[in-house]
């Protein structure tokens, strides 16, 4: 058998050849698809150093600088690196934290050219930039040589080409700010800039909060003044409670003269109307201070636009919210054990939820809550609101203290007076202005017991004879006049009994009498009906003042009710607070006679006799002989046993009137009464 020939076969080669095709056509596509990505790199890594830069250029107070730089040991690509301020002096340039970029990428600049040089960001975030700079040592460390003032940003702004090793390319433009077309005077700004406002929005929490507002304008290297661009002080009025600007500019001004003092001859004549000052501070960046003040009691909105002499100009945006704003300006007068006030604060021009603190020289006399209310979604003359709720504790004057989130605060006087005060507890009077019984508390009183035998009622202990009506304790003890009641005319003895006058008669007409301990005068008013008693006319008619009385005359219907009466302040009368209980009792259960001599306890008696302080007798002393009604409704005729001597036929008697009775043979006397009512 012949042996095989050296070699590969066709269906081996074309397998071959398959291979290789499809590994080629890997590797081109892998090729291509890095070409983009790196590319790609060096454009985030510069987009992300830039924003890094413009963030630390708007905070450090002296801008940022950005460094590239070519790669160590000549390799194709470039090293970027942020730093915190400018080359204005000696040291002023500093390394930032942020992480520098490497890439294999080339870089170069419109005007620059390649690397090494430098983008310089103000403040403001405008750039400009210096080719060959900064110095490089052999080890790529740079040194920042001053550049006292920052070169002008170039026509058509920074343009940064970058290019990939396989040729592709991609640019990133930094503009510079448009200039406004101006009248070209001596010393020209160096640079197109428009001045940087800062801040640009501006807050007073209310009408006096001037410390918020202030703000400054600058512009790298620009020296000469800033002005507004209205005339006059107000600010351009947007929304405002008055209509008028909640703000005005601080004067005089200039508020600084220019620094140096040449500048005032470089630049042209500041407006004749308008405010304006001149920067002072940075040699690079002067910052010129504005002052605005709120006006009082208007809160709103508005705008503030300052330009430079070039006519390039910036704006701020003012908001003073209005001031905290109580529901009423009148103190609140308030009454112990009686009910709160809450008074609703408001506030203008306010977005946000109004908190409010109470508080103050006030702990013991009233005690404070507070409530958030309702506020707009923006600043508006729709007010945002809150509300404190006052509630009395004790007698006292005081000063509350109530104070929103943002300091401002109100003081309200409060005074919190004792509550209405009135006499008696307790009236009781006679059926249709009948005598009260006299019945002062005996070792043993029979007259009691036969009224409970006859009637099944008690007789009140009356101590003074023929009294119609008596103030008493909720307890029942008597309760004499107060001089309150004696200044509008009321009057009772010492036992309580309703006198006509100081020392006088007993009167049927009775009084609730109500006052004030503060010596505030109110108009007082009955709030309940008393079907009992029949209302007189006040005294005074007005029923206003310090104090007053309600006369009362018995109605003829026996039993209870109660008299409330109320000042507008006190809602709730209690007893000794505007609530009197009123009894209306039956007319005398006994008539009273004198004895002029022995009553003999045997016998016959009539319908009953009680001889009052004894149990065998009445003594020839003239102490009183009691006795009930008998007969049609209560009347007459009266039989009393005398012992020895006439009787006294037809003889009348009124209740509670003394008789001298002289008996007859037989020991007896007769005595009548026709206006005794039984109860």
């Not at 150093?49 to 950005?66: D, F, I, Q």
């Not at 600049?109 to 400009?128: M, Q, R, V, W």
């Not at 409530?371 to 009395?392: K, L």
Request: glycine residues 10%.
């Amino acid at each position: 058998m012949r042996a095989r020939e050296a070699g590969f076969t066709l269906l081996e080669l074309v397998i071959a050849v398959g291979i290789t095709v499809i590994l080629l056509a890997a590797g081109g596509y892998w090729m291509l698809s890095m070409r983009p990505a790196a590319l790609r790199g060096a454009l985030d890594d510069f987009d992300a150093n830039l924003a890094a830069a413009e963030a630390l250029a708007a905070s450090s107070g002296n801008g940022a600088t950005l460094v590239f730089a070519p790669q160590a040991g000549g390799a194709v690509g470039f090293t970027l690196r942020v730093y915190s301020g400018r080359p204005t002096a000696s040291g002023a340039v500093t390394v930032s934290n942020t992480m520098a970029a490497f890439s294999a990428t080339s870089v170069s600049e419109a005007h620059f050219g390649k690397p090494p040089f430098a983008i310089f960001l103000n403040s403001a975030g405008y750039p400009t930039g210096s080719a060959n700079y900064p110095t490089l040592d052999a080890q790529e460390s740079p040194t920042f040589t001053v550049i006292a003032q920052q070169p002008p940003c170039p026509s058509g702004g920074i343009v940064l080409t970058f290019t990939s090793p396989q040729s592709v390319t991609a640019t990133r433009t930094l503009p510079c700010n448009t200039m406004v077309a101006t009248t070209a005077v001596a010393d020209p700004t160096p640079t197109p800039n428009a001045p940087r406002i800062s801040p640009t929005y501006l807050l007073a929490h209310f009408t006096t909060d001037s410390g918020p507002l202030r703000f400054k304008a600058a512009e790298y290297g620009y020296y000469h003044w800033y002005a507004s661009t209205a005339n006059g002080a107000p600010c351009q009025t947007q929304l405002s409670d008055t209509g008028a600007a909640p703000a005005t500019f601080a004067s005089p001004w200039p508020y600084v003269q220019p620094s140096p003092a040449s500048q005032a001859g470089a630049a042209p004549a500041p407006p004749a109307l308008a405010p304006y000052t001149w920067p002072v501070g940075d040699p690079n960046d002067p910052p010129a201070w504005f002052a605005l003040s709120p006006v009082l009691h208007n809160g709103g909105l508005c705008t503030v636009t300052v330009a430079d002499d070039y006519n390039q100009s910036g704006a701020v945006q003012v908001q003073v919210m209005g001031d905290l704003t109580p529901s009423t300006t009148s103190p609140p007068q308030m009454t112990v054990g009686h009910g709160s006030d809450t008074i609703t604060f408001s506030k203008t021009f306010d977005s946000e939820k109004l908190l409010l603190w109470a508080g103050g020289p006030c702990l013991g006399i009233v005690t404070a809550t507070t409530a958030s209310g309702s506020f707009p979604s923006t600043p508006s003359h729709t007010a945002a609101n809150a509300s404190v709720t006052i509630a009395p504790v004790s007698q006292g004057t005081c000063n509350l203290i109530v104070q929103d989130q943002y300091g401002e605060q109100v003081v309200l006087g409060v005074k919190v007076s004792a509550q209405m005060a009135s006499w008696p507890e307790q009236i009781e009077m006679g059926a249709s202005g009948g005598v009260l019984s006299y019945a002062p508390q005996p070792r043993f009183d029979l007259g009691l017991a036969i009224n409970a035998a006859l009637i099944g009622g008690v007789a009140p202990a009356a101590t003074t004879s023929g009294c119609m009506a008596y103030a008493l304790t909720a307890g029942g003890g008597a309760d004499p006049a107060p001089s309150q009641a004696n200044a509008v005319g009321v009057y009772t003895d010492t036992n309580g009994c309703y006198v006509n006058r100081n020392g006088g008669m007993p009167t049927s007409t009775a009084a609730a009498v109500v006052w004030e301990p503060s010596g505030q005068s109110e108009t007082y008013a009955t709030s309940n009906s008393c079907p009992k008693v029949v209302l007189g006319a006040w005294s005074p008619p007005s029923a206003n003042g310090v104090q007053a009385g309600l006369p009362l005359a018995a109605g003829s219907i026996t039993g209870s009710c109660t008299i409330a009466i109320t000042d507008g302040i006190t809602t709730a009368p209690s007893l000794d607070h505007g609530l009197t209980n009123v009894v209306i009792q039956a007319a005398t259960l006994y008539s009273t006679v004198t004895c002029t001599g022995f009553v003999d306890q045997e016998g016959d008696r009539g319908c009953g006799v009680s001889c009052e302080g004894t149990s065998g007798g009445c003594s020839s002393s003239g102490q009183s002989v009691m006795f009930p009604c008998s007969g049609s409704n209560g009347v007459g005729p009266f039989d009393v046993t005398t012992g020895e001597g006439t009787d006294t036929a037809g003889l009348q008697i009124n209740p509670g009137q003394s008789i001298s009775v002289t008996t007859s043979s037989d020991g007896t006397a007769f005595v009548s009464a026709s206006n005794c009512v039984a109860s």
